[in-house]
T-cell receptor, first 114, second 110 residues
């Protein structure tokens, strides 16, 4: 099992460019999440999904869109990148059951917006 | 008040030392508690869940005090490999979201 994978691992964008980050999991998890991590800020939730075809806003959703067309994939889109979106992006997934609610994280995508 | 607060450290301790991390949470409706570990430039990984009665996993002991809204992690006999950032994580009842503290950095020195 690959667990949670993220594509790409690194990316440099210019202000105003768009891109899509792909998260894939092979654990048949219902719940998937996108976080950003900035120095001194900790992990902050951008958007999440509780199942195929559903999405919901997290703590910092502005400037991002998401889609969950397939259960195993969760896409994060930046329509018009801004320098404030320079960050490390982590995807995570979980079953979210009482006895099995560990979130498994992908290795992260390091994004720089110039 | 932030929802989950931790001392950022860094904690620099010699090998073999005992070190304790503290965490406070502000939402009394919180129902699930965890400690995650994050190595430098890596993703967070679950270290242990925290149960009301307290729980132990080898050299690691986690405690929860619901009345004081306080969580702790004790590491005994520190190893060099324990060097990492430790994240306190809380889940509110009825929510599918986790709230992460900013983390406490630990460096174990030879």
């Amino acid at each position: 099992n690959a667990g949670v994978t993220q594509t790409p691992k690194f990316r440099v964008l210019k202000t105003g460019q768009s891109m899509t980050l792909l998260c894939a999991q092979d654990m048949n998890h219902e719940y998937m999440y996108w976080y950003r991590q900035d120095p001194g800020m900790g992990l902050r939730l951008i958007h999440y999904s509780v199942g195929e075809g559903t999405t919901a806003k997290g703590e910092v959703p502005d400037g991002y869109n998401v889609s969950r067309l397939k259960k195993q994939n969760f896409l994060l889109g930046l329509e018009s990148a801004a320098p404030s979106q320079t960050s490390v992006y982590f995807c995570a997934s979980t079953h979210w059951r009482l006895d099995e609610n560990e979130q498994f994280f992908g290795p992260g995508t390091r994004l720089t917006v110039l | 008040r932030k929802e989950v607060e931790q001392d950022p450290g860094p904690f620099n301790v010699p090998e073999g030392a005992t070190v304790a991390f503290n965490c406070t949470y502000s939402n009394s409706a919180s129902q699930s508690f965890f400690w995650y570990r994050q190595d430098c430039r890596k993703e967070p990984k679950l270290l242990m869940s925290v149960y009301s009665s307290g729980n132990e996993d080898g050299r690691f002991t986690a405690q929860l005090n619901r009345a004081s809204q306080y969580i702790s992690l004790l590491i005994r006999d520190s190893k060099l490999s324990d060097s990492a950032t430790y994240l306190c994580v809380v889940n509110r009842a009825g929510s599918y979201q986790l709230t992460f503290g900013k983390g406490t950095k630990l460096s174990v020195i030879p």
